[in-house]
């Protein structure tokens, strides 16, 4: 059964970084793309980019460029997305999901409050 | 960016009525990457429908996905009490994903 495990909740300082992670299982963690979406207290959902796990590549949403880094380590089967330079507005939900045989998978999210 | 506008943004309706929420592309979305998702205060997002009309693993069968193109609906066939939350489209068709606004579906 595929799973996408995640981090635990954050919280942070204005103008810091958070690393959140997101480890895969029951499935080939090479073969699909991983996203990551957040969701801001009482705001929709909103997509922040995505990586290859099999070549390392990413592609972020303009919004995040320069302040977003995706990662990932093959060895665990775990991708991890880096935001710095923190603001109150980048409290929300954090999610990685990705996208087996037409069906997308969520993690469970990670909480990431920033707050002096 | 395809840009995904969800109608109505409310939705008041009794317990046991049908439910009918629209979901617009800006342009056209593969049907294999057009879901649905569920989602209560406090709690992920729980897809619902994929590939347009594919329900999810334990979803009733109360709930349905229709449409093409542009234009795709979700149908809640007779409302049930957990039913009331906010309701999400997604297309997942391009490396770059988007969602709609929501329709919140709330108790009459």
Not at chain 1, 7 to 15: I, L, Q
Not at chain 1, 61 to 78: E, L, N, P
Not at chain 2, 20 to 38: K, N
Request: with cysteine.
């Amino acid at each position: 059964q595929v799973h996408l495990v995640q981090s635990g909740a954050e919280v942070r300082k204005p103008g810091a970084s958070v690393k959140v992670s997101c480890k895969a299982s029951g499935y080939t963690f090479t073969s699909y793309y991983l996203h990551w979406v957040r969701q801001t207290p009482g705001q929709g959902l909103e997509w922040m980019g995505i990586m290859n796990p099999s070549g390392g590549s990413t592609s972020y949403a303009q919004k995040f460029q320069g302040r977003v880094t995706m990662t990932r380590d093959t060895s665990t089967s775990t991708v991890y997305m880096e935001l710095s330079s923190l603001r109150s507005e980048d409290t929300a939900v954090y999610y990685c999901a990705t996208v087996i045989v037409a069906t997308p998978v969520w993690g469970q999210g990670t909480l990431v409050t920033v707050s002096s | 960016e395809i840009v995904l506008t969800q109608s109505p943004g409310t939705l008041s309706l009794s317990p046991g009525e049908r439910a009918t929420l629209s979901c617009r592309a800006s342009q056209s979305v593969s049907s294999s990457y057009l879901a649905w998702y569920q989602q209560k205060p406090g709690q992920a997002p729980r897809l619902l429908i994929y590939g347009a009309s594919s329900r999810a693993t334990g979803i009733p069968d109360r709930f349905s996905g229709s449409g093409s193109g542009t234009d795709f609906t979700l149908t809640i066939s007779r409302l049930e009490p957990e039913d009331f939350a906010v309701y999400y489209c997604q297309q997942y068709g391009r490396s770059s994903w988007t969602f709609g606004q929501g329709t919140k579906v709330e108790i009459k």
